[in-house]
């Protein structure tokens, strides 16, 4: 069966300092990736998705980065946090058919 | 642009009474619609989907949703609600990119409400 692992589930950064929020899926390949942010407890924002190695898409300009090195592993990165970078991050997969998609278990970010 | 509309942001309902959560989709060509559930601090779970066929789809917990062409609607229901149903439920469509890849798009979500 498939699985999608996403770490840290919290975390609190300082202002000004770098980020990286990794996650790994099992049990697929050639998974559609996403990275979502929810602030609020509310809707979801995408970032970034993938459809395949070194193709990324970003949907909004913002202070964030990601990378896909490897078929089932992808990083959200960040060189310099802001105060406004905090909220809660979730990684997704979905299948090539691009049907149903399944969540990681979320990073609540704090930038302080 | 393809999307999908939750009208309520928060439902109230007493356990063992059946509850919907509303969902009004927009979409050119035949629309892919799903329902998820989020409990507090937890990444989204999967409930049900509709592609094709039986316009009833039946889900995970009890939750089924009716797909309604006529009314673009894909409500949520469940015939009596729990007090651990209360939680966050996304209604979402597979929406075309203008580069050619689908993505998951995500209604703004509805806070249910389950009381004893």
């Known amino acids: 069966s498939q699985t999608i692992h996403q770490w840290p589930a919290t975390l609190v950064q300082p202002v000004g300092s770098p980020l990286s929020l990794e996650c790994t899926v099992e049990?697929?390949?050639?998974?559609?990736l996403y990275w979502y942010r929810q602030a609020a407890g509310r809707g979801l924002q995408l970032l970034f998705y993938s459809v395949g190695i070194g193709q990324i898409s970003s949907e909004v300009p913002q202070n964030l980065s990601a990378s896909r090195p490897q078929d089932r592993q992808f990083i959200l990165s960040s060189k310099k946090l802001l105060l406004s970078d905090s909220g809660f991050y979730l990684c997704?997969?979905?299948?090539?058919?691009?049907?149903?998609?399944?969540f990681g278990q979320g990073t609540r970010l704090t930038v302080v | 642009a393809q999307s999908v509309a939750q009208p309520e942001d928060q439902v109230n309902v007493a356990e063992g009474n059946p509850l919907t959560v509303k969902c009004t989709y927009s979409v050119s060509g035949n629309p892919y619609l799903f329902w998820y559930v989020q409990y507090p601090n937890r990444g989204l779970q999967f409930l049900l989907k509709?592609?094709?066929?039986?316009?009833l789809v039946k889900g995970s917990y009890g939750f089924e949703a009716e797909f309604n062409k006529s009314q673009t609607s894909f409500h949520l229901k469940k015939p009596s609600a729990l007090v651990s149903d209360s939680a966050l439920y996304f209604c979402a469509v597979r929406a075309l990119l203008s580069g050619g890849s689908y993505i998951p798009t995500f209604g703004r979500g509805t806070s249910l409400i389950v009381h004893p």
């Open positions: 509709y592609i094709t066929g039986d316009n």
């Open positions: 049990g697929t390949s050639n998974p559609n």
């Open positions: 997704a997969w979905s299948g090539r058919m691009n049907t149903e998609a399944f």
